[in-house]
């Protein structure tokens, strides 16, 4: 079971490592993705703080409920990301898909693993 859950979470965090990555090295492309879906192009830093944020939130597992609230806001990132991604079809929503997988398999598993 812990195996299970460091591959399922690393593996997460890894995708919103990379995420938060591309919205810091290419923010300009990143608020034109933003502006074309109709989403608010200020929030693109502040998302990728939240990521980084997120990411070390589970990784300490020291409060846990920021814990909840990081698998909660990664949760909706990611559900939004696919989202957008489908609409725009753009082929890029293979990321936020297997970020939910391993979502998911990291939170159910967590329960057991990281109490």
Known sequence: MKIIYW???????GIMLF???MYFRNTEMVRGFFESLGYPIYLV?????AKIGGIIMILTN??????EWAYAGFFFDMVLAYTAHYIKDDGQGLFSTLGLIFLI??????KK???
Request: aromatic content about 6%; overall charge positive; some cysteine.
């Open 7 to 13: 591959i399922a979470t690393i593996a997460m965090c």
């Open 19 to 21: 995420s938060a990555q």
């Open 45 to 49: 830093i502040p998302l990728a703080i």
């Open 62 to 67: 020291k409060i846990k409920w920021l814990k």
């Open 105 to 110: 398999v990291s939170y159910t598993t967590s």
């Open 113 to 115: 693993v990281r109490p």
